[in-house]
């Protein structure tokens, strides 16, 4: 699975990457926050990822696809 890196919602997927729990801190006055994760294990944790795809068959432009109990299990940030 290919994905771009973004500036909102990523970090359940560094949690999946990394290990560790997200620690958010606000920046106020700005209203940004910083989001920072230490490295930790990877035991116990999944996730369900749900992907769009075309499904000529039934007339349906697109179609979900679940992959229940998925692991990150390799990644490279280019």
Do not use: C, F
Request: hydrophobic share 35%.
């Amino acid at each position: 699975m290919e994905l771009p890196v973004t500036d909102r919602s990523m970090s359940l997927l560094w949690k999946h990457m990394l290990g560790g729990t997200p620690v958010i801190t606000d920046t106020a006055p700005t209203g940004g926050k910083i989001h920072r994760i230490q490295p930790g294990p990877l035991a116990g944790k999944s996730l369900t990822i749900q992907k769009g795809v075309p499904e000529p068959v039934t007339g349906n432009p697109v179609s979900a696809l679940n992959y229940i109990g998925a692991r990150v299990t390799e990644w490279t940030l280019g």
